[in-house]
């Protein structure tokens, strides 16, 4: 606040809130505009001229659009009261409860967003007078005199600092933080348990009978009259375990045993029933699918694509190994158990897999 | 008036305390250049809002936890199935929290659209050259956003732990797996043991709610800043220059725009929400490692990389007891990484081979540049062509092609068409270029035919308005590399263009800088410019009717242009522009 108007009576009071105030007694509290901190309107100088217009040039139009935004807003207003409606009225707990809740609250919704939003933007095109504003742009390089200026300051901040004069603090402080950096990598390492031989091997171990996984019922090779579709199967007592079944799930599938070939290990199936993983040999998905006329098991992930007469071998698709083929036999009760756990790691690749 | 006395009451004691009347009257004044490309990254950020509105809904009800529980609850074709809380939770915010689908769907189309306008957005600044000095940091940041974009959304629809996103983490996991040396090192680390374990869920969802979030916060934040210190580019047109801003100031115009953007946005994403499913998982159900179901599609965003592993052939080596699993790991990290860091080295490249170190903010149009549209459309279609090969079994089945043949079409397609692409992409540049040129030397035709007194019939055209004028002749001149090895004899070459370096930086500058000149054989616009800046780069509002004049005395006919342009050339100065 300036005191430029030095006629008036009071310091920073401009002559016309003087006059508005002539008989002002001694002691008694000033106006309250006399107290303000901002610079009353009535200036001295004359106001800038403006830089927007203040109305669009057509009034009728105007008026149209004026009418047209109020009706959005209005629309706004009811889309608000039905979503609030619409949360009291429709129940969910239901399908059906949920479906029609879903749309009386979605309908709504929609409508208070898009009339807001087609308000605001028919006010902005045709309410407000268009403008076009020039505004400078300065190169972002700054001054030479600004930068040498602060090169200057950096380097006398260094300087004072002794930073650079004392190698020994500097080196000794570097050294400091280096530990300090390492360190996260040792307290990440409690994340989870080494790998070590883990990924090598399943819970498939000799006797443990193959049970069909969703019934849970074990197995027997008359189960399997003629040859036929693929089932999955899981190892007895761990069909709920996910941790085991990632890596043990097993597809089996009945073959005349003639159609069976080699690479195929013959000692390693029953009549004709032939056990593979069921874990992709590219990134893990199951091999779920198969077509019975051309013995093909597919993953549906990747398409790799595995031959099931001759050892699950790979006939397309980016899989680099056979799904590795389970050796099973059956017990003194006649089911289908293993005969011990696969002989080379199931699933994808990985570095210490060799 | 009371109104008027009462904010300025509430605006000047803020102005006691903080300072503000001086900037804030500039904020409010701020220009903001229009144009509708412009828009996208606005989805982009609005997208974001939204999902942190409805995120910050969702974790009311969701249960972050693998604990299995034996659902009982409204959707009663699960009852008595075992499921982890987490899908449970999911299916209980979906059927039993009231809104609670609406907004798991507004939150899942967001993420969609957060990701697709982001996508938009890169392109639209890198076709129009946006990411130029000055703006490198900003490139650099929205490359950054992008990856986490990514890992946000693949986090986040793996949260509910149904079959689908099961299908996701375990190809993660096989992905992880498969790095050399420190692969099965990392899958053990982030599950916590062996797949699938008990923590992966909770883990992924402090991530996704908030280590990731918070990054994509930050980042949005000095991304705007940016945006708002070096100002927004513009694109061409009258009385835009390099060195000036023209558009309608913050307060009223942006603001209400920008606000009316928001609630589009918003409400389409609640219109998609209302009426369009999206992941379903009630039908998926819970995850179990046994089951799958056939033709499962990730989120759009991921397709490319489900397409990159489809099209790899089987290689692999076993060297000395390793395994290097050239299957998996190439295509998983090969295309984001070339993308990416082919993204965030071009403009520092670009930089190096034409010299240019000015500072744009006039955008280009991408005709304009027609080497660089080239290779972002290179980019555009390798990524289309593996995101097209993540739907194989779809596209299979919709057009009853073999499945393996789609594949191999794929394997060769993103040699081929990238490549295609590359020449096409210039070839409609450079002829988009001559269109423009023939516009400014002939006008515009107004299908008025005319007999001259000689029997002779001509049509007649009108010149070009100014705007488009403008428009047209926007265009930075290259700047001349300094000399290099095949320059004349006698000429020295330059110490940066000497030696395998200098030649390579050459020839790449030849290709990079190639147009149709501007200042082709007798356009009467051509003139020559002192300022080696052209035409609506430097001042060309004021500058350009002289530049037009002079180009018409100066007009130069003996000199040859390209040659391809120069025949028409002549004909152009009578007819096109009568006005000079």
Known sequence: MTDSNSGTPQPGVPEGEARAVPHRVIGTPAPAEARTMLRPEAESKPPAPRELPSDPPDPRHAKNAERLVSALFILAFLGGAAFIAAYLIFQVHSVEGTLHSNWGLGISMSVVFLALGAGATIWVRHLMPTVELTEERHPMRSADADREAFAETFAEGADTSQFVKRPLVRRTLIAATVPLAIAPIFVLRDLGPLPRKSLNTTVWRKGIRLIEYTTNRPLTPADFSSPGGMITVAPEGFQDDFDAMAKAAVIIIKFRPEQLQPPTVMNWTVDGIVAYSKICTHVGCPAALYEQTTHRILCPCHQSTFDATRGAEVIFGPATRPLPQLPITTDSQGFLIAQSDFHEPVGPSYWERG | ?580
């Open chain 2, 1 to 580: 008036m009371s109104i008027d006395r009462a904010l300025r009451g509430v605006g000047g004691a803020l102005d006691d305390r903080f300072h503000g009347a001086k900037g804030f009257r500039y904020l409010l004044r701020k220009v903001f250049p229009d144009h509708w490309t412009f828009l996208l990254g606005e989805i982009a950020l609005y997208s974001f809002i939204i999902l942190l509105l409805t995120g910050t809904f969702l974790t009311f009800f969701f249960q972050p936890s693998m604990t299995e529980v034996v659902y009982h609850g409204s959707y009663t074709h699960l009852n008595g199935v075992r499921m982890s809380q987490a899908y449970a939770s999911t299916l209980n915010i979906s059927f039993d929290v009231r809104g609670g689908l609406l907004i798991r769907q507004i939150h899942h189309w967001a993420a969609d659209l957060f990701v697709a306008a982001i996508l938009a957005h890169m392109l639209r600044i890198f076709f129009t050259g946006a990411y130029r000095k000055p703006r490198e940091a900003n490139w650099l940041i929205g490359l950054t956003l992008f990856t986490l974009a990514l890992l946000e959304g693949l986090f986040g629809y793996s949260l509910p732990d149904d079959l689908l996103s099961g299908a996701g983490l375990r190809i993660t996991e096989g992905v992880l797996q498969s790095i050399p040396i420190v692969g099965t090192y990392l899958a053990f680390f982030l599950f916590g043991g062996a797949y699938p374990g008990t923590v992966i869920i909770p883990r992924m969802y402090i991530l996704h709610v908030l280590l990731i979030p918070a990054l994509i916060l930050a980042l949005i934040t000095a991304h705007l800043f940016l945006m708002f210190f070096q100002k927004h580019t513009q694109m061409p047109g009258k009385g835009r220059t390099n060195t000036n801003v023209v558009g309608a100031p913050t307060y009223p115009y942006f603001m209400a725009k920008t606000g009316a953007f928001f609630f589009f946005t918003f409400g389409v994403t609640a219109l998609a929400a209302t009426f369009a499913q999206i992941n379903p998982i009630w039908l998926y159900g819970p995850y179990n490692p046994v089951g799958i179901s056939s033709g499962s599609q990730p989120d759009f965003y991921m397709g490319f990389l489900e397409g990159s592993l489809r099209i790899m052939p089987a290689w692999q080596w076993v060297v000395f007891g390793h395994t290097f699993a050239f299957n998996v790991f190439i295509p998983a990290l090969l295309p984001l990484g070339l993308i990416i860091t082919g993204a965030a080295l071009w403009p520092f490249l670009e930089q190096w081979i034409t010299g240019d170190k000015r500072e744009h903010h006039l955008n280009d149009r991408p005709r304009n540049a027609p080497t660089r549209t080239a290779i972002g459309m290179t980019a555009v279609t390798f990524y289309g062509v593996l995101w097209l090969e993540g739907a194989n079994d779809v596209l299979a089945d919709h057009l009853d092609v073999p499945l393996y043949t789609i594949t191999w079409i794929a394997r060769i397609a993103i040699f081929v068409v990238p490549w295609f692409t590359y020449i096409i992409t210039k070839r409609i540049c450079l002829g988009l270029q001559r269109k423009d040129l023939h516009l400014l030397e002939h006008g515009v035709e107004t299908g008025i035919i005319r007999q001259l007194p000689s029997g002779e019939f001509i049509e007649e055209t009108r010149p070009v308005d100014e705007e488009a004028r403008a428009v047209l002749e926007s265009r930075p001149e290259p700047l001349p590399l300094p000399a290099g090895d095949d320059a004349e004899r006698d000429n020295v070459p330059a110490p940066s263009m000497r030696g395998t370096v200098g030649r390579v930086r050459g020839r790449m500058n030849k290709v990079l800088t190639e147009s149709v000149p501007l200042t082709g054989h007798g356009n009467g616009y051509g003139a020559p410019h002192g300022d080696g800046h052209g035409n609506g780069h430097a001042e060309l509002g004021d500058g350009h009717d002289e530049h037009a004049r002079a180009g018409v005395q100066a007009g130069r006919p003996g000199e040859s242009g390209t040659g391809e342009d120069g025949g028409s050339g002549s004909q152009g100065q009578g007819s096109g522009q009568p006005d000079n």
